[in-house]
Nanobody, 126 residues
């Protein structure tokens, strides 16, 4: 079983940047596809970004495409979400998720992931 801990959230002005980290323990991330999701108050959890075992360019929600970048460092068992040009509508609790996989696939549905972190708050002021 893998445990995930997010960090890096905070308060930032619109147009600013943040980098979220998701550190894994218990298992190496090299066998897990990873994803980032977010949930704003009163809204359902929504997909933000995903990467596959090979990394690559990632898969993104249209709302963040061109602004957010997902990456991983398997040596550190850590996944990152670089968020640039932040907007007030990006305000949410951000969660990372992991899924044990065989093969190189992206997963965008929350039900497709087996392990979740506790979340980190991102607040973007206008």
């Amino acid at each position: 079983q893998v445990q995930l801990v997010e960090s890096g959230g905070g308060l930032v002005q619109a147009g600013g940047s943040l980098r979220l980290s998701c550190a894994a323990s218990g298992r190496t991330l090299s066998s897990y596809a990873m994803g980032w999701f977010r949930q704003a108050p009163g809204k359902e959890r929504e997909f933000v970004a995903a990467d596959s075992l090979s990394g690559g360019s990632g898969y993104y929600a249209d709302s963040v495409k061109g602004r957010f970048t997902i990456s991983r460092d398997n040596a550190k068992d850590t996944v990152y979400l670089q968020m640039n040009s932040l907007k007030p509508e990006d305000t949410a609790v951000y969660y990372c998720a992991a899924r044990l996989v065989i093969g190189d696939y992206y997963y965008s549905g929350p039900d497709e992931y087996d392990y979740w972190g506790q979340g980190t708050q991102v607040t973007v002021s206008s």
